[in-house]
């Protein structure tokens, strides 16, 4: 069942009950500003990190599951209803929202009254612009009341949650005109606060939480609404809202539209107040003026489309497939996007106050953004770079605000250095910048202790040969990947974290997915060191990879696939021999990926493996059978019920992995199988089963040892984004830059029979039409009219248009 449609010209996805199976949300901001808003403009915003500068109130996990957001209260005689359908819940004549890029336009109609609320963070602003337009479409004048609502809590969001002995009391509030201020904490040591304004003239305001809705009411019945009057409540302690109350009189046919304005404003020290006690307010006044018109809001709409047209037109499909290239045109590159600014920060899933950046996933996510904003993704490596050890390890998480490591997780999650190479890799393949290898960036954010990025992949290449097992394949540590399979943990008490917890120090526990990992990444490491000059490095690291080649093929195949692990004890884990877990899917995508058994046919009868145990209907599980104890070796991934997250659910960041693997044994055809599992717009249909929202990946599918089978959870803010991305981009569709020229392999199913695609790539455009399907086998190419051999295209100078013809 579908709750929606599509619009691909408009690029958004049109929302047309509020009765969804889950709230779908939309993300806008750009750069500093975020806002997570659903379809019923539940949500919150925040400037850069959602745990300390969080202007609105959100309650995870509430009852109703959609709690806190930014709200028109609309009153038609003795009428209340909201267009937005959340909180009022009035039945609505019709309810429409469009989620697009970075926009959501939420419409609701209701007794003739049709009221259309527009949302966007407009470029280079640190603010939630709303312009609310009223249209009567009735025979009769209509006099309404509209109430503006949102809550305030910009001050830090744990305590916010957890500390009301203080924040019920350090509440604080200015008002100027139609403009209401949040100043908690102003009085101290912020030197920012929130503001919220109207383009019109109100006929009043309330700041003070209890007097607009009533101790004992909710949100979908505020007192002052019901009454239809403000109060001009003034918050003292307790909790800060902002509600402006405006009088609209509309003819019949007449529109009028309003300009909302919720923003974060920043003095500078020194400039913090006008006179004592009073808040300086120039900025604030300077963004507010800057949305004095509907027409401003025009614009700011207009700039934000050229800012998406022009990044998305950097990879541009067109297939016989409309989901195919909605997915690849607009879809999947929006969601790598978001995260890129997120991480895994701050979701519906994801409450914006635990986790920082982490390490591996952000070096990860960089794979589905690189070719967006590259120049960005340089900064975001030098980042990530400077949170690394000397030794190589790195923190597991950064703080985004400091970029700093944080010291609660700390390190010891052994694949994440490599994860470093294969993000470095991808930049310079991008960009051909090998510049970024110089660069001088510090350990540990110690500007005292500095060596090149180059040194830092090193360090990242040689932590893993510095860290091996008995079997030579590399030592665990608390985890590899899979953040759940914790060799060293042993837990048995119940307040212990699985990630921070080693009861047992040994030197024993090996992940046969990092052999993969340092496998796949040795001959980008091995060529970037011939970029900077260090060939015997270059030359012993292609030996090392033959070796922990070799490691893996003599200790860590089993049979019909590859091992998992070696526990603590030297156990095989993921193997025929176990009893459950007897297959993981880890180290078959990775381990083929990276070439291991591809020439004596292991790499075929791994892939069959993974078909006939782990394949279902709704994507691939993670291993099979469900653990459906506890184990204490093994830790986290024993711990969840059958079939969901790390114990056979549908990890979908890993299926791609499997697909890239179909790849590389030529298997276009089943790598599409597998993409169209997972790739949501081919979900719209399943909805009702599939629950999360249709344009954007899940992080985990219910497998099918689950009650609940096809089932997704946790949205938006997962690797899977980035690697689909890979898979569908690079593998099947076959167009991925590499340091000597543009690869154009495509392996991809039958049923897309031709395809073209613009690429714009170092400064070139690269228009690619292929011409019959490419299931397997090397294609010809000819480009600009001239056969070559094989299928990496040079580069072409800058400011070039390159044809190619691809044919099998
Ligand atoms: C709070 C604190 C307590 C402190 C008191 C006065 O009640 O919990 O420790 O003594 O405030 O500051
Ligand atoms: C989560 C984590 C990621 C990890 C994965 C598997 O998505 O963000 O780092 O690899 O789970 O455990």
């Given at each position: 069942?579908?709750f929606?449609?599509f619009d691909?010209?408009?690029?958004?996805?049109?929302i047309t009950t509020p009765?969804?199976?889950?709230?779908?949300?939309?993300?806008?901001?750009?750069e500093?500003?975020?806002?997570?808003?659903s379809?019923?403009a539940g949500?919150?915003?925040?400037f850069r990190?959602?745990?300390?500068?969080r202007l609105?109130?959100?309650?995870?996990?509430?009852?109703p599951?959609?709690a806190?957001?930014?709200y028109?209260?609309i009153?038609d005689?003795?009428?209340?209803?909201?267009?937005?359908?959340m909180?009022?819940k009035?039945?609505?004549?019709?309810f429409?929202?469009?989620?697009?890029l970075?926009t959501?336009?939420i419409?609701?109609?209701r007794?003739?009254?049709?009221?259309e609320q527009?949302?966007?963070?407009?470029?280079?602003?640190?603010a939630?612009?709303?312009?609310?337009?009223?249209?009567?479409t009735?025979?009769v004048?209509?006099?309404?009341?509209?109430?503006?609502f949102v809550e305030?809590c910009?001050w830090?969001a744990?305590?916010?949650?957890?500390?009301f002995?203080?924040?019920l009391?350090?509440?604080?509030v200015e008002i100027?005109?139609g403009a209401?201020?949040h100043?908690t904490?102003?009085?101290?040591?912020r030197?920012h606060?929130?503001?919220f304004g109207?383009?019109?003239?109100?006929?009043?305001?309330?700041t003070?939480?209890e007097?607009?809705?009533g101790?004992?009411?909710g949100?979908?019945e505020?007192?002052?609404v019901?009454?239809?009057a403000a109060?001009?409540s003034?918050?003292?302690g307790?909790?800060p809202?902002?509600?402006?109350h405006?009088?609209?009189?509309?003819?019949?046919?007449e529109s009028?539209s309003?300009v909302f304005?919720?923003?974060?404003?920043?003095?500078?020290?020194?400039?913090?107040?006008?006179a004592?006690?009073?808040?300086?307010?120039?900025?604030?006044?300077?963004l507010?003026?800057r949305?004095?018109?509907?027409a401003?809001?025009d614009?700011?709409?207009?700039?934000?489309r050229?800012?998406?047209?022009g990044l998305?037109g950097?990879y541009v499909?067109?297939?016989?497939?409309?989901r195919l290239d909605?997915m690849?045109?607009?879809w999947?590159p929006?969601q790598?996007?978001?995260?890129?600014?997120m991480s895994?920060?701050?979701s519906?899933f994801e409450?914006?106050?635990?986790?920082?950046?982490?390490?591996?996933?952000?070096n990860?996510?960089?794979?589905?953004?690189?070719?967006?904003?590259?120049?960005r993704?340089r900064?975001?490596?030098?980042d990530?770079a400077?949170?690394?050890?000397?030794?190589?390890?790195?923190?597991h998480?950064?703080?985004?605000?400091?970029?700093?490591?944080?010291?609660?997780?700390?390190?010891?999650?052994?694949?994440?250095?490599?994860?470093?190479?294969?993000?470095?890799?991808a930049?310079?393949?991008?960009?051909g910048?090998?510049a970024?290898?110089?660069?001088?960036?510090p350990f540990?954010?110690d500007?005292?202790?500095?060596?090149?990025?180059?040194?830092h992949?090193?360090?990242s290449?040689h932590?893993?040969?510095e860290?091996?097992?008995p079997?030579?394949?590399?030592l665990?540590?608390?985890?590899?990947?899979?953040d759940?399979?914790?060799?060293?943990?042993?837990s048995?008490?119940?307040?212990?974290?699985?990630?921070?917890?080693?009861?047992?120090?040994g030197?024993?526990a090996?992940?046969v997915?990092?052999a993969g990992?340092f496998?796949?990444?040795?001959?980008?490491f091995?060529?970037?060191?011939?970029?900077?000059?260090?060939?015997d490095?270059?030359a012993?690291?292609?030996?090392h990879a033959?070796?922990m080649?070799?490691?893996?093929?003599?200790?860590?195949?089993?049979g019909?696939w590859?091992?998992r692990?070696?526990?603590?004890?030297g156990?095989?884990?993921g193997?025929?021999d176990?009893?459950?877990?007897?297959?993981l899917?880890?180290?078959?995508?990775?381990?083929?990926?990276?070439?291991?058994?591809?020439?004596d046919?292991?790499?075929?009868?791994?892939?069959?493996?993974?078909?006939a145990?782990?394949?279902?209907?709704?994507?691939i599980?993670?291993?099979?059978?469900?653990?459906?104890?506890?184990?204490?070796?093994l830790?986290e991934i024993?711990s969840?019920p059958?079939?969901?997250?790390e114990?056979?659910?549908?990890?979908c960041?890993?299926?791609?992995?499997v697909?890239?693997?179909?790849?590389?044994?030529?298997?276009?055809g089943?790598?599409f199988d597998?993409y169209?599992?997972?790739a949501?717009?081919y979900?719209e249909?399943i909805?009702?089963?599939?629950?999360?929202e249709?344009?954007?990946y899940?992080?985990?599918i219910?497998?099918?040892?689950?009650?609940?089978?096809?089932?997704a959870?946790?949205?938006?803010?997962?690797?899977?984004?980035?690697?689909?991305?890979?898979?569908?981009?690079?593998h099947m569709?076959?167009?991925?830059?590499?340091?000597?020229?543009?690869?154009?392999a495509?392996?991809?199913?039958?049923?897309?029979?031709?395809f073209?695609?613009?690429?714009?790539?170092?400064?070139?455009?690269y228009r690619?039409r292929?011409?019959?399907?490419?299931?397997?086998?090397?294609p010809?190419?000819?480009?600009?009219?001239?056969?070559?051999?094989?299928t990496l295209?040079?580069?072409?100078?800058?400011?070039t248009?390159?044809?190619?013809?691809c044919?099998?």
């Amino acid at each position: 069942m579908r709750f929606g449609h599509f619009d691909d010209d408009a690029r958004e996805y049109v929302i047309t009950t509020p009765r969804t199976p889950y709230p779908w949300i939309n993300y806008l901001g750009t750069e500093d500003f975020f806002s997570l808003i659903s379809h019923t403009a539940g949500g919150y915003c925040f400037f850069r990190d959602a745990r300390f500068r969080r202007l609105i109130r959100f309650r995870y996990n509430n009852v109703p599951i959609d709690a806190g957001g930014r709200y028109f209260y609309i009153r038609d005689g003795e009428e209340v209803w909201t267009p937005s359908w959340m909180p009022v819940k009035a039945e609505l004549d019709r309810f429409e929202c469009r989620h697009g890029l970075g926009t959501t336009r939420i419409t609701g109609e209701r007794n003739g009254v049709v009221a259309e609320q527009l949302v966007l963070v407009p470029l280079g602003e640190s603010a939630e612009v709303h312009r609310l337009t009223l249209a009567n479409t009735g025979e009769v004048p209509k006099r309404l009341s509209v109430f503006s609502f949102v809550e305030f809590c910009l001050w830090n969001a744990w305590d916010d949650q957890t500390n009301f002995q203080r924040n019920l009391s350090t509440g604080q509030v200015e008002i100027e005109g139609g403009a209401i201020y949040h100043v908690t904490e102003y009085r101290e040591r912020r030197n920012h606060f929130a503001v919220f304004g109207v383009n019109a003239p109100i006929a009043g305001f309330d700041t003070d939480r209890e007097s607009f809705v009533g101790l004992y009411n909710g949100l979908h019945e505020p007192e002052v609404v019901l009454a239809g009057a403000a109060l001009g409540s003034v918050a003292s302690g307790w909790a800060p809202i902002g509600s402006h109350h405006l009088e609209v009189e509309l003819g019949p046919g007449e529109s009028r539209s309003f300009v909302f304005v919720l923003g974060y404003v920043e003095n500078p020290i020194d400039a913090k107040w006008k006179a004592p006690g009073v808040v300086n307010k120039e900025r604030a006044r300077a963004l507010l003026a800057r949305f004095d018109s509907s027409a401003r809001v025009d614009d700011a709409v207009a700039e934000l489309r050229g800012y998406w047209e022009g990044l998305l037109g950097t990879y541009v499909l067109s297939s016989p497939d409309e989901r195919l290239d909605r997915m690849v045109n607009t879809w999947n590159p929006y969601q790598c996007m978001v995260t890129f600014n997120m991480s895994r920060s701050a979701s519906y899933f994801e409450s914006g106050i635990g986790r920082g950046m982490g390490f591996r996933d952000s070096n990860q996510d960089l794979l589905g953004f690189v070719h967006l904003v590259p120049d960005r993704a340089r900064q975001r490596i030098l980042d990530i770079a400077a949170t690394q050890f000397t030794d190589g390890s790195a923190y597991h998480q950064y703080q985004p605000l400091t970029k700093r490591g944080n010291h609660d997780v700390g390190s010891g999650f052994n694949d994440d250095p490599l994860w470093l190479i294969e993000g470095t890799a991808a930049y310079v393949k991008e960009t051909g910048d090998t510049a970024i290898l110089a660069e001088d960036v510090p350990f540990d954010n110690d500007p005292a202790d500095t060596a090149t990025l180059f040194e830092h992949l090193k360090r990242s290449f040689h932590f893993t040969l510095e860290n091996l097992g008995p079997h030579g394949l590399p030592l665990i540590g608390r985890a590899d990947w899979n953040d759940c399979l914790n060799l060293n943990c042993f837990s048995e008490t119940s307040d212990e974290p699985y990630q921070t917890t080693a009861n047992r120090e040994g030197r024993t526990a090996e992940s046969v997915f990092i052999a993969g990992l340092f496998v796949h990444a040795a001959p980008d490491f091995a060529d970037l060191a011939e970029l900077v000059g260090e060939m015997d490095e270059a030359a012993a690291a292609r030996r090392h990879a033959q070796a922990m080649t070799d490691a893996v093929l003599e200790h860590a195949w089993d049979g019909e696939w590859f091992l998992r692990a070696y526990d603590f004890f030297g156990n095989k884990v993921g193997s025929r021999d176990c009893d459950e877990g007897k297959i993981l899917i880890e180290p078959q995508g990775f381990c083929i990926m990276a070439g291991i058994g591809v020439d004596d046919g292991r790499a075929v009868k791994a892939l069959d493996s993974v078909k006939a145990h782990l394949d279902t209907d709704f994507g691939i599980v993670l291993n099979q059978p469900a653990y459906s104890t506890y184990h204490v070796e093994l830790g986290e991934i024993s711990s969840y019920p059958p079939g969901y997250k790390e114990n056979a659910g549908i990890f979908c960041h890993n299926n791609p992995w499997v697909m890239i693997a179909e790849t590389v044994v030529g298997r276009g055809g089943r790598a599409f199988d597998y993409y169209r599992k997972i790739a949501p717009a081919y979900l719209e249909e399943i909805s009702e089963i599939h629950r999360m929202e249709p344009y954007v990946y899940s992080q985990m599918i219910a497998g099918r040892d689950a009650a609940r089978h096809g089932e997704a959870k946790n949205s938006w803010l997962t690797g899977t984004a980035a690697w689909n991305w890979v898979a569908i981009a690079h593998h099947m569709l076959g167009v991925r830059p590499e340091l000597g020229g543009l690869r154009v392999a495509p392996c991809i199913s039958s049923e897309i029979p031709g395809f073209t695609i613009t690429r714009r790539c170092r400064g070139s455009v690269y228009r690619i039409r292929v011409d019959n399907a490419c299931e397997l086998g090397e294609p010809r190419l000819v480009v600009d009219g001239r056969e070559i051999a094989g299928t990496l295209v040079p580069w072409a100078p800058p400011g070039t248009t390159v044809e190619i013809a691809c044919r099998t």
